[in-house]
């Protein structure tokens, strides 16, 4: 949620910002801005997307600056609150990722002072106070600010003739590229892929002053040492590789996602904590949510292991049961409400585990123990193929704990994928277009699928979906149902087969137009279906693998079908770092 960029080299700053902000325009795209330092301090900054042009970087000079790509939490998306926020004098500019909590009453005490606000956002407050401690080193005066501040932050600062740039973090991602003769800091490290592979993870509570001569950490009065890592993902990842959308781009890439997932994990040691729980809490959001929603069933099943899953943003309001292993799922690691809820388990001695993609991000520092995921960078908005390496970490698990009862299938997963990308859907797509509102059902393991469906078609295409588990759907949503709701159930063969096939019939014999999506060779399941999209693969884990990988094709091309911005649906951001 919001994306921060700087830059300090020998190099003209200002294109380098703006091609770094395009990297993390999948964080926020309400508006973006730049700030250059020289003598003085230039911005240029303009409400919506950096596609949509407006930036003139001709006569921008300078070596140092900052920028930002916003997603509006405090004021609308407009020119005026657009960061970056400049002090009264307009001689020190702030770029900021998160949120100010007791803004209000610091910007009352600043105004009180005699300071002019230009914004509505609780940013602006710290150019103002900066101004107010700065006497000549910029890293000091910081360091003087935030205890002053509530809430979270990343904040990237500049200031007119001073030859540093000075990073600061509170529980919102902040990353540092080394390069070579320049350094950069970045929300993460997808914009600084094109400069370097080398990093440094800013810890909560760091105070980083930037300049050509390298880079300087502090924390408290003392100086510290981030160990620089390596990042291996490469920019080739970050490209859209001659896909019209890194949607579908990232949608191909899940067999070998799947497959890499599963051969790195296989090569690591089971975590001890594993090793005789009694009992699983899995705590997630979104798409994570329904990935762990589907690793439920097959623990429960396989294993033996009572398995809770709840949304993260609400199990602060719940007591922990005893004992349980307590595990995040998160794609980004940085997602607010996964990281309250380690933070709470924690609190609790609960041993922690995380599963997530991404290197040095916040829930790796804050849980026991990580096991991570192999999608690589994940652009596109809309989760994909985090989902289905998602899906391959609880496979793992649930298949080591169950001492190998998913093993053969998990050498093929790749395989029905790969064939679910092969299907011709247009005649789906057709049928789902033209609805204002959708059901996805499914029973068992494919009822989180359903959910998952649901959530996909409708960030993308905007048509109203939702996931129900089949059985439930006589109980009150039934009265939606008419020949302009379509149904897609997901009706895998298998021992919910019989009671599925008679909901498909259920929701037929109200004239509801039905999309089936089931194995080939039934007649009668085809007939009954207004569209069947043969399933491929055979047995439970390539249906799933199979099952996802279609409904997200169906999303996806109804969505390009109606004209979207498949990428970056309106309203959303890819990182949700506040509550
Ligand atoms: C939906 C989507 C979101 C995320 C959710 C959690 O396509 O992407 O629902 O799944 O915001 O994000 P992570 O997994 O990063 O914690």
Redesign the pocket.
């Known amino acids: 949620m919001c994306g921060i960029f700087g830059y300090c080299g020998r190099r003209k700053a200002a294109p380098i910002l703006v091609e770094g902000l395009r990297h993390l325009e999948y964080r926020g795209y309400d508006s973006f801005g730049i700030a250059v330092a020289n003598d003085g301090i230039t911005v240029q900054k303009k409400q919506g997307k950096i596609s949509l042009g407006g930036a003139d970087l001709s006569g921008i000079k300078g070596t140092m600056g900052i920028g930002h790509t916003r997603w509006a939490t405090h004021g609308v998306p407009n020119d005026q609150n657009a960061h970056p926020h400049l002090d009264c004098p307009g001689k020190i500019a702030v770029v900021h990722n998160g949120i100010i909590e007791n803004y209000a009453a610091l910007k009352r005490e600043l105004q009180d002072r005699g300071h002019t606000f230009c914004s509505e956002t609780d940013t602006e407050v710290i150019p103002h106070l900066l101004e107010e401690a700065f006497q000549g080193d910029l890293a000091a005066a910081v360091e003087k600010v935030i205890p002053r501040l509530e809430g979270s932050y990343a904040l990237l600062v500049v200031a007119a003739g001073c030859p540093e740039m000075v990073a600061a973090r509170k529980r919102s991602p902040l990353v540092l590229g080394v390069g070579d003769r320049a350094f950069l800091a970045a929300s993460d490290v997808t914009p600084i892929l094109e400069h370097t592979e080398r990093v440094v993870y800013l810890e909560d509570g760091d105070v980083a002053s930037v300049s050509t001569k390298g880079i300087v950490i502090r924390q408290g009065e003392a100086n510290v040492e981030r160990p620089v890592q390596r990042i291996d993902w490469s920019l080739a990842e970050v490209k859209k590789g001659g896909f019209p959308h890194y949607m579908q781009k990232e949608i191909y890439e899940q067999p070998e996602v799947f497959s890499a997932t599963i051969r790195t994990l296989r090569d690591e040691e089971t975590p001890r904590m594993l090793e005789g729980i009694q009992g699983v809490t899995l705590v997630?959001?979104?798409?994570?949510?329904?990935a762990a929603l589907l690793c439920r069933y097959l623990i429960e099943e396989h294993c033996g292991i009572p398995a809770r899953v709840e949304l993260?943003s609400e199990f602060k309001y719940y007591t922990l049961p005893g004992g349980d292993l307590v595990v995040g799922?998160?794609?980004?690691?940085?997602?607010a409400?996964?990281l309250a809820a380690i933070e709470k388990a924690r609190m609790h001695n609960h041993p922690t585990l995380a599963i997530?993609?991404v290197l040095g991000s916040t829930i790796t520092r804050l849980a026991d123990h990580t096991l991570y995921m192999r999608a690589g960078p994940e652009i596109s908005?809309?989760?994909?193929k985090?989902?289905i390496a998602?899906l391959a970490v609880f496979f793992h698990l649930v298949d080591r704990l169950s001492g190998g009862k998913l093993e053969p299938a998990l050498g093929s997963g790749h395989l029905a994928i790969g064939e679910a990308l092969l299907q011709d859907l247009s005649p789906a797509v057709e049928l789902c277009m033209g609805a204002r509102s959708m059901f996805f059902v499914g029973r068992g393991p494919f009822y989180p699928l359903a959910l998952e469906g649901a959530?996909?078609m409708k960030?993308i295409s905007y048509i109203h979906a939702e996931g129900y588990a089949a059985g439930e759907i006589k109980h009150g949503p039934f009265a939606l149902l008419s020949p302009e709701t379509p149904v897609v159930a997901l009706c895998p063969p298998g021992p919910a087969f019989p009671a599925m096939f008679s909901n498909i019939k259920e929701m037929k014999a109200r004239g509801t137009p039905m999309v089936v999506i089931g194995a080939g060779g039934n007649q009668e399941l085809e007939e009954v279906s207004d569209v069947f999209i043969p399933l491929p693969g055979g047995g439970l884990v390539s249906h799933i693998l199979a099952s996802t990988t279609l409904l997200q094709l169906l999303a996806y091309h109804t969505a390009v079908a109606l004209g979207r911005d498949v990428d970056q649906p309106r309203n959303?951001a890819?990182?949700?770092t506040v509550e």
């Open positions: 997630a959001c979104g798409t994570s949510y329904h993260a799922v998160s794609q980004s690691g940085e997602t409400d996964t997530t993609n908005v809309a989760a994909t985090s989902f998602e959530l996909k960030e959303l890819k990182s949700v």
